[in-house]
């Protein structure tokens, strides 16, 4: 199957910070991109759609200005948690669709666990 | 709208014994389904999908489910359930149209097997 990765797997900063995830597709172009958020023991919360070439559609409640999306290529997304805070600590997912395929199957990254201090 | 109810948030057997996941949907176009299992800080990962064809599905590991249009339920089973099965499992619907690819996902339900 298509291959999804994510970088870094965990990171933890201090409170003010940013911190950018990065979300791959490596054996496919991937024109749209989703992220997803993860509360622990909960389950996948969509929070935004990473289209290529333009502007990200966010789900309703999720801050634009907080969760910062670039999808400026086909293979690459990136998430940028802006001025973190303890809350936003969570495991952030990407998932992309691989169009080869009828389905568009989405194919999942391995998750990047923030921890804000 | 689509959406998924997982019945269960918690599901214990003893190894060996049937495993019994279940999922009911709500979607306003034939749907798409799919069960993903997900271990401790970890990404998800399929484990088996429905996109209309036949309506027993097996998926990996030896897990199966069933699309029933008239229950709208897609239950995930296992015959005899391994320790290496404990995890969590979502059950997810694919919106169809302009949401094409968006997965919904249920609340998930933990898996417990005992020895």
């Known amino acids: 199957g298509a291959v999804v990765s994510q970088h870094p797997s965990r990171v933890i900063c201090k409170s003010g910070t940013s911190v950018k995830i990065e979300c791959r597709s490596l054996d496919f172009q991937a024109t749209t991109m989703f992220w997803y958020r993860q509360f622990p023991k909960q389950s996948l919360m969509l929070m935004a759609t990473s289209n290529e070439g333009s502007k990200a559609t966010y789900e309703q409640g999720v801050e634009k200005d907080k969760f910062l999306i670039n999808h400026a290529s086909l293979t690459l997304s990136t998430l940028t948690v802006t001025s973190a805070h303890p809350e936003d600590s969570s495991f952030y997912i990407c998932s992309a669709p691989d169009m080869r395929q009828n389905t568009g199957e989405l194919f999942f990254g391995e998750g990047s666990r923030l921890t804000v201090l | 709208a689509q959406s998924v109810t997982q019945l269960g948030s918690h599901v214990s057997v003893s190894e060996g014994a049937l495993v019994l996941l279940r999922c009911n949907y709500s979607s306003s176009v034939p749907p798409y389904l799919f069960w993903y299992v997900q271990y401790p800080n970890q990404g998800l990962q399929l484990l088996l999908k429905y996109t209309s064809a036949a309506t027993l599905v097996k998926g990996i590991n030896g897990f199966e489910a069933e699309f029933k249009k008239s229950e709208t339920s897609f239950h995930l089973t296992k015959p005899s359930a391994h320790m290496s099965d404990a995890a969590e499992y979502f059950c997810?619907?694919?919106?169809?149209?302009?949401?094409?690819?968006?997965?919904?996902f249920g609340r998930g339900t933990q898996l417990t097997v005992w020895p």
């Open positions: 997810a619907v694919q919106g169809g149209g302009s949401t094409l690819g968006r997965l919904y």
